[in-house]
């Protein structure tokens, strides 16, 4: 089997486009809750749509799409759906703001002192509208791509 049939892969293809938009999508989308473009984004964690959610909400309706909506593959990708779904918005949301608290002590405390000058990364997991965000657009780019392939 030949590593450029990886490119075949209906499936991947539509999560991988899932993920890449919603990282493109992370700088418009920061400008307008700030007001200022940041670029960085695109290649950050965290942010507005999560990514995290597009890619395997992708993955997993291509799954039912093209396997079966009944079919063992399908149950197993939801379940891992869920599994990176519950893990963005609170695990990774709670170590986000974990390193927010971490860096205002550190700042405050050691002030003077410093033992790294290199803060916690503060933004690491997603909101819930994040997350929703990623499943519509992981939704939306899968069946897109469902549709023109088929």
Do not use: C
Request: glycine share 10%; aromatic share 10%; hydrophobic share 55%.
């Amino acid at each position: 089997m030949s590593f450029l049939k990886i490119f075949e892969n209906e499936i991947l293809i539509g999560a991988l486009a899932a993920w890449g938009l919603a990282q493109l999508l992370k700088p418009p989308m920061e400008y307008l809750r700030t007001g200022k473009w940041n670029w960085a984004a695109i290649a950050n964690a965290g942010g507005m749509p999560s990514s995290h959610s597009a890619l395997v909400v992708g993955a997993t309706l291509g799954v039912g799409l093209y396997q079966g909506f009944d079919s063992p593959l399908f149950a197993l990708a939801f379940a891992f759906t869920m599994i990176v779904i519950y893990d963005a918005a609170n695990v990774r949301h709670q170590a986000g703001m974990q390193a927010q608290k971490i860096n205002v002590i550190v700042n405050e405390l050691l002030s003077g002192h410093p033992i790294s000058e290199k803060d916690l990364r503060e933004v690491l997991g997603h909101t819930w509208l994040e997350v929703i965000g990623g499943i519509l657009l992981g939704l939306l780019v899968a069946t897109i791509s469902w549709m023109i392939i088929r």
